[in-house]
Antibody, heavy 122, light 107 residues
Framework: EVQLVESGGGLVQPGGSLRLSCAVS????????MHWVRQAPGKGLVWVSR????????TYADSVKGRFTISRDNAKNTLYLQMNSLRAEDTAVYYC???????????????WGQGTLVTVSS | DIQMTQSPSSLSASVGDRVTITCRAS??????LAWYQQKPGKVPKLLIY???TLQSGVPSRFSGSGSGTDFTLTISSLQPEDVATYYC?????????FGGGTKVEIK
């Protein structure tokens, strides 16, 4: 069974940092693109960042570029999102999602974690 | 960047009604279009990918169509369990933009 479990969310002051983790199981993690998607309270889905299967390619939404860093440890089956210089507008539930694999290429998000809430407030 | 525009933003329909949601891309995206369903308080669920391919386990009353810039999600006979917000998403290149969502309610 495919599972994605996020952790690391919480309350942080503006300007602070937080590191999210996403532990996965049930599939060959090292074969898949992985993504982070966020959803502010009562708002829609926003794609945040992606990393390819071996970590050599990363892409970010303009809103987080230069502040957030995606990474992965394929030996630990874990995806990360380092969030620095946090702002109130970063307050959201952050979801870890699985994209396509090295064979299928482009593929949408068939599996999602349960999400972890990040609240940026003083 | 390519923008994804959904309409309407909300709708109310009766059980058994045919419901149609549209999604327009600001540039052509071939058929790299997915639809998601998010029920209140739940995680989004993939319904359709490649514009019209039903994800495994999704009821056949859901269907998708379109290519290029104009896409449609249709629920052929609305059921009470279909109350949710529906999102389209382009996934051929970054940014993997979502539409603004369409909230579907029962009249």
């Amino acid at each position: 069974e495919v599972q994605l479990v996020e952790s690391g969310g919480g309350l942080v002051q503006p300007g602070g940092s937080l590191r999210l983790s996403c532990a996965v199981s049930g599939f060959t993690f090292s074969s898949y693109w992985m993504h982070w998607v966020r959803q502010a309270p009562g708002k829609g889905l926003v794609w945040v960042s992606r990393m390819n299967n071996d970590g050599s390619t990363t892409t970010y939404a303009d809103s987080v570029k230069g502040r957030f860093t995606i990474s992965r440890d394929n030996a630990k089956n874990t995806l990360y999102l380092q969030m620095n210089s946090l702002r109130a507008e970063d307050t959201a539930v952050y979801y870890c999602t699985r994209g396509g694999d090295i064979l299928t290429g482009y593929f949408p998000f068939g599996y999602w974690g349960q999400g972890t809430l990040v609240t940026v407030s003083s | 960047d390519i923008q994804m525009t959904q309409s309407p933003s909300s709708l109310s329909a009766s059980v058994g009604d045919r419901v149609t949601i549209t999604c327009r891309a600001s540039q052509g995206i071939s058929n790299y279009l997915a639809w998601y369903q998010q029920k209140p308080g739940k995680v989004p669920k993939l319904l359709i990918y490649a514009a019209y391919t039903l994800q495994s386990g999704v009821p056949s009353r859901f269907s998708g169509s379109g290519s290029g810039t104009d896409f449609t999600l249709t629920i052929s006979s609305l059921q009470p369990e279909d109350v949710a917000t529906y999102y389209c998403q382009k996934y051929n290149s970054a940014p993997l933009t979502f539409g603004g969502g369409t909230k579907v309610e029962i009249k």
